[in-house]
């Protein structure tokens, strides 16, 4: 089975979660220990605390380079600092050079803040895609508030690695799938090789909380229900409801689920909503304010063009592909000027990949979804187009404060391309995360190697 | 004629729709392009292409317009063949997830080899659109093997808007082996193996007419139709992946000398590329596999066509399912190029990547030098781009197939001009059609 298909793909997925769950008490070995690694311990007040702490790094001027800051600034002949793992400055051809600084010529060039992709699900549906691996839907109620993403990522997943050197991918939020309406609580990842999933936690991220919208959990709870729209519907309202009167108790009584449900509720936790159709979207948009939480991004919105108008207002990002189209009914009226039209309305767009081949060229769809727009009349500048894929998804993970745009004091996440990043032609030369040099293209031991991979066929390739 | 010298590249869109009005649509020349015949060769500046009833009279360098054609000077731009998608579902199914708009999959029934995708084909799919407004004007199209190792026969199509899609049915025969053909066997590539030569061998006494048939496990039909294959009439494509399974299927050709092998899949091409060459078998791969997707994929790599090619193995990207649609093929060939930079990896050059995705294709479909190549007597398909045609910025301007000016829209381009703006203030969307 070389390739499937991907509607085939995603069926056979959600049956062998569904089937895996279902002998979960065989499951292997536990965890692995986080107490002896890092700068932070974990503690009751925070389970499976990051231990993730940045690698060394020099002191670095990247000079000579086109710089897009992602915050839609564009420096010709930029130079940018960094050193101690955050970004010292960012500035013209004359911004001075402190000393001790190793120079890095990047005429010809381009600098991006690192590459973040809102929705993956790496390491919870790892390469190789056997059943074995498959831990991205716990397909066993419609909703699962209780489990967390993070408790199923295999930090040895080769993907991770494969986003790092061709996508520049520094920071990746991990998702469950969507064969649940509540899918549970999603993890936030620095891109960086770790013995553990606690070691590449991102420091402080917020959780965020998947919700499915439409055909998925219809068709996985078919037989018992719900299996309807309005079906969805009446279970997601009846939860929050029950969730509200959780959350204006004592919550003396540990409940998992209700945990997660009162965080979004307290505004701590980050709904990402996986909905396409507009007319559902906008459905959800009155469910939420009737529950009382607010939706942070609807994921696939494949007709947010529709409904530029209610994003805008609603104040929600749009986290979609360029133009994948077809392979489902909710699908169907999906069209290549989508982020275009999003973005001339005014609200915020993200460029996702939710593949972990996609998340190697999230710079390429940005750019088809840039130039389909452009064909139609609505010319984006390309520092605009980039922000796409750094800081309005670092906003919509509640970790623009420390990443996504190159600022003073951010942490030092980037991507040096030999080319422009939203050329075909171009690849990552070199990836930084917190200052740490963790891919380079002309240093085939700057590459990272998962256990996986060792003494395997291909074993180091450029891939 | 005259008249067509002075027009200017910004009227150039404007002429266009008036040669496809005009009676004579078929006879065509475009002046000062960058012309890619689609051979490999690199683009020429500055050249001309002729199209008289529906082909190619000729393209390149130092082309001189016959006097009864009028032509356009298209001020640099680009103009390709149109391109050929080696293996894909385009024009068969609506919604890939509703099942019966769907006839990618052969189905659970009695018959596997004899599987005929031709009368499944949709002229009118919106697939079939987007696929010539992406430039794409020939494709290789079959079904997933389901019931047995054999996904049946596939077949040649163009994707003219016009009822007449399939260019040869029957083109070729379609197996599965490693993995996938392990499970439709019963578990095992041990049982894989058995199947296949067993197949073989009652196709061949069918042909014999030695054929028992209570005594088989093909049905009449499947023995029929693989008559053609172990006689060499008809190509069979192997889908493979790993190294070894890649040499055991370049090996059967001495139990069955007469298989016309196709490789599709050859992850791990790389490693036997030398093998593959040898045996003079042509390859359609994915361009950008580069993840152990499960065993037998452990060696993908990116560099993986680039290092056949360099081996002398003739390699078609392609390979288009679900929710990718035909015209990414210039994106995976656009990224073979951008492998030149990467220091370790092994790339192609921009013609090498194109011919990947024209002429190599159309010659495994068995259209070699009809389709994917502007030279005398190919097909009169033409694209002109607005840009490097491998280049994710770039669409096509104008399609021609058979010479023939193409429509270019489709349900999406619709939705895009009812949504240009959200004004519903004097009618609802529904009303601006």
């Not at chain 1, 700068?39 to 499976?48: G, H, K, L, R």
């Amino acid at each position: 089975m070389g390739k499937l298909p991907m509607h085939y793909r995603a069926l056979l997925t959600l049956g062998s979660a569904a089937a895996l769950a279902a002998c979960s008490a065989t499951g292997g070995a536990g965890p692995a220990s986080a107490s002896d690694e890092g700068t932070e311990t974990a503690s009751p007040a925070v389970p499976f605390a990051s231990t993730y702490s940045a690698y060394p790094g020099a002191p670095t001027a990247l000079v000579g380079a086109t710089v897009f800051d992602g915050a839609g600034n564009r420096i010709d002949n930029g130079t940018v600092l960094f050193a101690d793992g955050k970004v010292v400055e960012v500035g013209g051809a004359s911004l001075a050079i402190p000393d001790g600084y190793t120079r890095i010529d990047g005429t010809g060039k381009y600098v991006t803040p690192g590459i973040i992709d809102i929705h993956s699900h790496l390491g919870d549906y790892p390469t190789p895609s056997v059943a074995a691996h498959a831990d991205g839907n716990e397909a066993t109620s419609p909703t699962t508030p209780e489990v967390w993403a993070e408790h199923s990522v295999w930090p040895q997943d080769p993907g991770f690695s494969r986003a790092l050197a061709n996508g520049g991918v520094t920071s990746l939020q991990i998702l469950p799938g969507s064969a649940n309406l509540m899918g549970g609580r999603s993890v936030t990842l620095k891109n960086v090789p770790s013995r553990t999933v606690q070691g590449m936690k991102f420091p402080g991220a917020p959780y965020g909380f998947k919700m499915a919208c439409g055909e998925n959990p219809k068709r996985v709870y078919s037989s018992r229900g719900p299996s309807t729209r309005m079906g969805n519907f009446a279970v997601n309202r009846q939860t929050w409801a029950d969730a509200k009167e959780y959350a204006d108790g004592d919550r003396e009584n540990r409940n998992l689920a209700k945990e997660t449900l009162a965080g979004v509720l307290d505004g701590d936790i980050l709904v990402h909503n996986h909905c396409y159709r507009a007319d559902e979207m906008a459905q959800v948009l009155d469910m939420a304010k009737e529950a009382g939480y607010k939706v942070t991004a609807f994921h696939h919105a494949v007709e947010s063009y529709k409904i530029g108008d209610l994003l805008r207002e609603a104040d929600v990002c749009s986290a979609i592909w360029a133009d994948w189209w077809g392979f489902k009914m909710e699908a169907y009226d999906g069209i290549p000027e989508n982020a275009a039209l999003i973005h001339q309305a005014g609200a915020c767009v993200i460029v996702h990949s939710d593949s972990a081949n996609g998340i190697q060229r999230l710079n390429q769809e940005a750019a088809k979804a840039q130039a389909s727009g452009a064909r139609m009349g609505i010319n984006i500048a390309d520092a605009e187009v980039i922000r796409w894929l750094t800081l309005n998804p670092a906003k919509a993970m509640g970790i623009d404060g420390q990443t996504g745009s190159l600022e003073a004091g951010k942490m030092a996440d980037m991507v040096l391309w030999n080319g422009d990043p939203l050329s075909v032609y171009s690849r990552p030369e070199k990836v930084w995360v917190d200052g740490a040099m963790l891919f380079d293209s002309s240093d085939s031991k700057r590459r990272p190697v998962s256990d996986f991979e060792l003494g395997q066929p291909g074993e180091g390739d450029v891939k | 004629m005259n008249i067509a010298r002075t027009f200017t590249a910004t009227l150039f869109a404007g002429l266009l729709a008036s040669t496809a009005a005009s009676a004579n649509a078929q006879d065509l020349a475009f002046t000062n392009a960058t012309v890619v015949i689609g051979d490999g060769s690199e683009p020429i500046s500055g050249g001309t292409v002729v199209v008289r009833g529906g082909k190619v009279v000729a393209a390149g360098a130092n082309v001189t317009v016959p006097a009864d054609i009028p032509y356009t000077d298209v001020a640099g731009r680009w103009i390709t063949p149109g391109l050929v998608v080696a293996l894909t579902d385009v024009g068969i199914y609506d919604v890939g997830a509703v099942s019966g708009s769907n006839d990618t999959s052969g189905g659970s029934g009695p018959f596997n080899a004899a599987l005929d995708i031709a009368p499944a084909i949709n002229p009118e799919a919106q697939q079939m659109k987007l696929a010539r407004a992406g430039g794409v004007t020939r494709a290789s199209v079959v079904t997933n093997a389901r019931g047995s190792i054999f996904a049946g026969q596939g077949a040649v199509v163009d994707t003219g808007a016009d009822p007449d899609a399939v260019m040869k049915a029957r083109a070729f025969q379609y197996v599965e082996l490693g993995e996938g053909g392990a499970r439709l066997a019963g578990g095992s590539r041990v049982a894989a193996h058995v199947y296949l030569r067993n197949a073989m061998r009652e196709a061949r006494a069918f042909a014999a007419g030695t054929w028992e048939g209570e005594e088989a496990m093909l049905t009449r039909a499947d023995a029929a139709a693989l008559g053609a294959v172990v006689s060499g009439k008809q190509r069979l494509y192997v889908e493979v992946e790993r190294a070894s399974d890649i040499r055991i299927v370049l090996g059967l050709g001495r139990e069955f000398p007469k298989l016309d092998i196709v490789l599709v899949g050859a992850s791990e091409g790389w490693m036997v590329a030398n093998d593959i060459a040898a045996a003079g078998v042509p390859v359609i791969a994915d361009a950008l596999d580069d993840l152990p997707q499960n065993f037998e994929q452990l060696g993908a790599t990116q560099s993986n066509v680039g290092r056949m090619v360099d081996a002398g193995v003739e390699v078609s990207i392609g390979r288009i399912f679900g929710e990718e649609i035909p015209a990414y093929v210039t994106q995976y060939a656009g990224n073979l190029v951008a492998l030149n930079n990467v220091p370790g990896a092994t790339g192609l050059t921009w013609g090498e990547a194109f011919a990947t995705i024209s002429s190599v294709p159309a010659k495994i479909s068995g259209i070699g030098g009809k389709a994917g190549v502007l030279k005398a007597g190919a097909v009169g398909d033409i694209v002109i781009w607005d840009g490097d045609p491998l280049e994710v910025s770039t669409a096509p301007v104008s399609v021609y197939i058979d010479g023939v000016k193409q429509p270019l829209d489709s349900h999406q381009s619709r939705l895009r001009e009812r949504y240009r703006d959200l004004d519903e203030s004097d009618l609802p969307k529904a009303y601006d059609w």
